[in-house]
Every structure is written in structure tokens, then in C-alpha cells.
């Protein structure tokens, strides 16, 4: 099943190059890692990595590490509720966020996201996801743009296409 028009983002905790997509067509890397403190080589090493290959690098939830490093963007997690973009003023960079309910989904919108990641879409070890119908009905009520995230496997997604969205995300699907 090809996605061709489809954005995909991939979430990493480290520069695995073999976990990486095989096709980095309109591919963008998410650097997510909340367990550990980033080192400044490894974050260049992932900007040259991602440059040489046309690939879009986001960094989760540090502002000023996305500035400093000229990233493409910031991703800013479900959990974070602060207003931090709107006082950097960042203009240069995309910001994406994720979200689980309406709720979430303006929150994010208040913080500057672009682009909104809504999940769980299909069921995960989590109990409470999405379906397809209560995604398309969150996401019909705004005007981002949506990817969707969670629970996606090669055996299921096919049924994204019932969906409108920006594209699909993963940690493990690719």
C-alpha cells in the first residue's frame, strides 16, 4: 500500500538508522526522548543525517535546542498545557503537537500547532482509542491539519483512506 501524497512522521529516541524508514518520501523524524539529556553531537548528527536524505527533523518538547540548532520544527506532546511557543515567537520553525479528545485539540491550536497528531487512532495497549468515526468527527471540527497516530499496523491501514487527513504517524509501524 503506497501513501504517496501522504506526510509521514516517524518518532525516534536515538539515531538508529536501521529503524528508519526505507522510503523517505515526504518523511519527517520526530526526536523524542524524555529519559535521558540530549547531547548537542547527537542532534547535529541527526540534523546532517536527516538533511542529506530531504527529511524534515523535529525535536520534541525543547524550544531552545530547536532554535539554536535551526531545526524544521517543534513537537510539543499531549501532556505539555504550557504557552512557552507563543512567548518565543518562533516564526521560522512548523510546530505539531499531539492530542486525544476536543479538548487537547484546542489546547493545541492555542500553543501554535499547525499540524495535530490526534490518537490513539486504532486500539493500542491503551484501553480508550479513537475509531474512524469519532476521528473524522474531531477532526471535521477544525481546520488544522491532522495526521493520524496510534495503533497503526500494515494490516490496518488501509482503512486510514477513510480518513482526510495530512498523514499517519508511528513509533513502531515503519
Known sequence: ???????????????????ISK???NLSIIYRNYTKKIKS?????IKEFCKKRG???YISNKIEQCLKYNLDGLYIPSF????????LNIRKQIIIGSAHNVTEVKKKIEQGCKIIFLSPLFKT?????????????????FKNKFVALGGITQENIK????????GISGISMY
Do not use: A, P, W
Open 80 to 87: 505539555n498545557k504550557r504557552n512557552i511557543v507563543k512567548k
Open 159 to 166: 482503512k486510514t483512506k477513510m480518513l482526510n487527513i495530512y
Open 41 to 45: 553531537k547527537e542532534l547535529i548528527k
Open 125 to 141: 495497549y491503551k484501553s480508550k482509542y479513537l475509531g474512524i468515526t469519532r476521528f473524522n468527527l474531531i477532526k471535521m471540527s
Open 23 to 25: 522510503d523517505t518520501t
Open 55 to 57: 527529511i524534515k527533523f
Open 1 to 19: 500500500m503506497h501513501f504517496n501524497n501522504l506526510q509521514k512522521f516517524q518518532f525516534i529516541d536515538n539515531l538508529n538508522i536501521n529503524i
